[in-house]
């Protein structure tokens, strides 16, 4: 099958750490399917731009089936891995073992879980509330994660974001490993690399390394690969926030203009829409079937 194509294709990909693959976020099948276009490697399902979709905080709010439904509307658009963002799992190890196979149906070819306690909180958020669960726990959820679907499971530690230190960090990713992770998302939020670079140089985990570079942007993808520890890196929020400035920026010209007339050069055309809303496929339909 198409997933079980995707799902290797990952593997494979997250161990080539000279040259990381590139994820982009996506908060529904038409941000999924420009980054597609544009070139990038897997799609990001980013808990982050579906939350801001709906206009509600990336804190627990939305319904976990919320995810599993932008999860199977982007894999049934895209032919590139879709890396599903399911928070926390949405409760225990219990939860995380009926929700992990739901995934891999909605054609997900890995997923990224997280170690804070649920209701989580932004990881981006200043003061957030950055409450983690025991090493145990956590390792609980991952092994039942790896024992209801052949996805990519890949374990996310929140140890920096939460001020734990490096080395409780390390700890936890090592631990992770030893559950089963086929590979370790490390998140900081410093503005500066320095604290991922110093993660990155001293893992000696038998899994690459994830990373998610939204607070440190100056580091390039070069630098990361020149690591030799991350097999991927996510563009964790890019959609949606171009999304936010696009709109804001036509919609401020159309009323400063008094028409519609000024944007049209700069706004995607009717046309261009079509061809994302795979209008040549429901033509092909109508001339084979409607009579
Ligand atoms: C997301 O994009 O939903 C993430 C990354 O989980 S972050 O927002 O940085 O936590
Ligand atoms: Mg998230």
Redesign the pocket.
Known sequence: SQQRTTIHALHTALKNTSKPSIAM?SHNALSAKLASQAGFNAI?A??????ASHALP?ASILPWTAHLDVVRSISSTVSIPVIA?I?TGFGNAVNVAYTIPQFEQAGAAAV?I?DKTFPKD???RSQGRQKLVSIEEFQGKIAAAKASSEMVIIA?TEALIADLGEEEAMKRGEAYVEAGADAVLI?S?KKTPDEILSFCRKWKGAVPLVI?P??YPSISFKEVGELGKVGLI?C??HAVRAAVSGMRGAFKSILEDGGIAGVEGSIASVEETFELQGDEEMREIERKFLR
């Not at 980013?46 to 939350?51: A, K, P, V």
């Open positions: 976020s990001w980013s808990g982050f731009e579906l939350s990336d963002d928070d990224v997280e932004s990881s981006l996310r998140h939020k998610v939204t607070a996510i964790g929020n």
